[in-house]
């Protein structure tokens, strides 16, 4: 990443050059989501709702992983602006240190209380051994798998997102080819599926840590090392993750309570819908993810710089890019709805619930990118409560009354409505809170052109 492209280089040029590949990353990553949650639904609609029901555990893993990616990639895009790239290296290897300890720390109170977490999320009998299969393998493999997910943040806050795009297209394709093989050929079942996204996960952080490295064109490199002030930065890199650690701690709460709400006004087949519409809004929301994150290295470098027009400009554009793809997205997944669930199961029950059922739960789709972008963008800003607010109206400030009220008149449609409107309501919070932050970033632009 040369300081030139990013001081002078037309946004509009730069942001696609960061963003597309970062978006093909991302689809890359949630096609290989939906086509494994396809061979999971082969084996038994049973097993769908194992994935689903055990997400919880996934999820509040990931709100620590991200604590440590989010924060301290967007605290290397900003020192690098500043021009301390010493820092910046630091800081990269705290990221590693740190996730590596809290993953090894995560599987070993995992693994004592296994039996307590799986009878609190209320698994069923026909469920029990798919879930405890998965999840086990999930967890313990991810002491080596997942490292390489945190630092890939880093990789595309430095402006290698090309790279970090070939190696989650590339892993995502070997996790498509390994999962029939270890389902179907070794006849392991869903521990096969899990089997399969540990070696894919393992192989991407390898090839992650080899190129921090190894590669001398590299502005900073993974390195060893005694930092000073590590406790000042760690503080720091944490303080501008919290807000995503925040969403997926929420996440979790809001995925526990979705699903005893369907237990308790449907049945495990409701469970695996919500995990199929979890699959179709999750390749929606990985595009739209993959501009905000070009959003974010363009506007964490710019400012450090202080250079507020082009942050202004970077972040216009960016919320004009989400709303198009939001709407087109949303448009196609309106249209055809059952084709699309049609790849995750062909059970025909299945079929016709999810299908009708997605309509309510993903209504507001084109208007959630103007949610993402803001929340993201307060982040790198290191306005934190903003974005801790924004991700608390949507991820449990509406969402949890609205099921309490909708779903005892209306049963399982009341509960895919409540999503909705948790959708809707956040992201005009999010357009209101973001038209005051442009017009901040005006007055910062104009005042630093005198």
Known sequence: MKDINLKTEKISSLLWQLSIPAILGMLSSAIF??????????????????????????????????????????LISIKIGEGEIEVAEDILYLAFKYIIIFLILFAALFMIFLDPILQMLNISEQVYDYAKDYIVIIILGSIIGVPGYCLNNSLRSIGQAKISMNIIVITSIMNIILDPIFIFVFRLG??????????????????????????KDFLIHLKIRKVQK???????????????????????????????SLLKYGSDLDVASLTIMTGIYNFYHMAIIGIT???????????GAKLYDRVKKSLELSLLYTFILSLVLYLIILLYPQLLVGIFTDDLTLLDNTSLGMKYYLSMLPLIGFHTVSSQYFQVAGKVRSSNFLGF?????????????????????????????????????GILYILIELKELKRLADQSNL
């Open 33 to 74: 989501n939906i086509v494994d949650y396809s061979f999971v639904g082969k084996i038994s609609p049973y097993a769908l709702t194992a994935v689903g029901i055990t997400m919880p555990v996934q999820i509040i893993q990931m709100a620590f992983i991200l604590l440590i990616g989010v924060g301290t990639s967007s």
């Open 190 to 215: 869903i521990g096969g599926a899990a089997i399969a996204t540990v070696i894919s996960q393992t192989t991407l952080t390898v090839y992650v840590i080899y190129v921090f490295v190894r590669r």
């Open 230 to 260: 590590e406790f000042s930065l760690l503080l720091e890199s944490l303080r501008r993750g919290f807000p995503t650690f925040n969403v997926q701690i929420l996440g979790t709460l809001v995925s526990f309570f979705l699903n005893n």
């Open 293 to 303: 994150q070009g959003n974010n290295t363009i506007c964490g470098y710019n400012i």
């Open 393 to 429: 109206l949507k991820h449990g400030i509406i969402i949890f009354p609205s099921v309490l009220i909708l779903a005892p008149r209306y049963g399982t449609k009341g509960i895919y409505i409540s999503n909705g409107l948790s959708d809707g309501i956040a992201s005009a919070v």
